[in-house]
């Protein structure tokens, strides 16, 4: 079985400012490591995503990830925020192929003006 | 662009009735899910089907049944709805041959309240 452990579940920060949401999962195989971002009133919609090669990974709006397996982390990171980044972030692994997710408890990022 | 559907944003129900959620996903998908979101808890997996008439239960199944009588149609089924299950309800689906790179498509959520 996996789990996802979200270590923040608040994020207040101002605009322009960096931010990381930090994200743990545990798993005895393999994994898919997702972020997903939801804004108020909206589903799920894919930031990025690790499968395999590159720990790096780029994602849209200017989000990227790092993959450090020792560590077990899959951390999320923006270099300068925007007002319109305020929403609610979820971590998220697979590791069967009828493509189940575990998600974490979600972390909600405010930016403040 | 994928589309999954769910049928109703907002659903207002009393205790005791059976309530039926229903999502339909436009891409031919074989693998489709339903997850309940409560604050602090993340999505919990109710349940998921990878076919027709297929189904397995996922981590929180009690309280809940599903049908999938069409490959595009998945419902969720409270038998008897209870104030504990006022909650947002989202659907998903997947391409099966494409699991290992494409994620999960959701539908905008489902807000039920039971009073």
């Known amino acids: 079985a996996q789990s996802v452990t979200q270590l923040d579940s608040q994020v207040p920060v101002f605009e322009e400012a960096p931010v990381e949401l930090r994200c743990n999962y545990s798993s005895s195989v393999s994994v898919y490591l997702f972020w997903y971002v939801q804004y108020p009133n909206q589903g799920l919609q894919l930031l990025l995503k690790?499968?395999?090669?590159?720990?790096l990974v780029k994602g849209i709006n200017g989000f990227e990830a790092e993959f450090n397996k020792s560590q077990t982390s899959f951390h999320l990171r923006k270099p300068s925020v925007h007002i319109s980044d305020t929403a609610e972030y979820f971590c998220?692994?697979?590791?069967?192929?009828?493509?189940?997710?575990?998600f974490g408890q979600g972390t909600i990022l405010t930016v403040h003006p | 662009d994928v589309k999954v559907t769910q049928s109703s944003r907002y659903l207002v129900k009393r205790t005791g009735e059976k309530v039926f959620l229903e999502c339909v996903q436009d891409?031919?998908?074989?693998?489709m899910f339903w997850y309940r979101q409560d604050p602090g808890l993340g999505l919990r997996l109710i349940y998921f089907s990878y076919d027709v008439k297929m189904k397995e239960k996922g981590d929180i199944p009690e309280g809940y049944s599903v049908s999938r009588e069409k490959k595009e149609r998945f419902s969720l089924i409270l038998e008897s709805a209870s104030t504990n299950q006022t909650s947002m309800y989202l659907c998903?689906?997947?391409?099966?041959?494409?699991?290992?790179?494409?994620?999960?498509?959701f539908g905008d959520g489902t807000r039920l309240s039971i009073l």
């Open positions: 891409m031919d998908h074989e693998n």
């Open positions: 998220a692994v697979s590791a069967t192929s009828y493509g189940k997710l575990t």
């Open positions: 998903a689906s997947i391409d099966v041959d494409r699991v290992s790179n494409q994620p999960q498509h």
């Open positions: 690790y499968l395999s090669g590159s720990t």
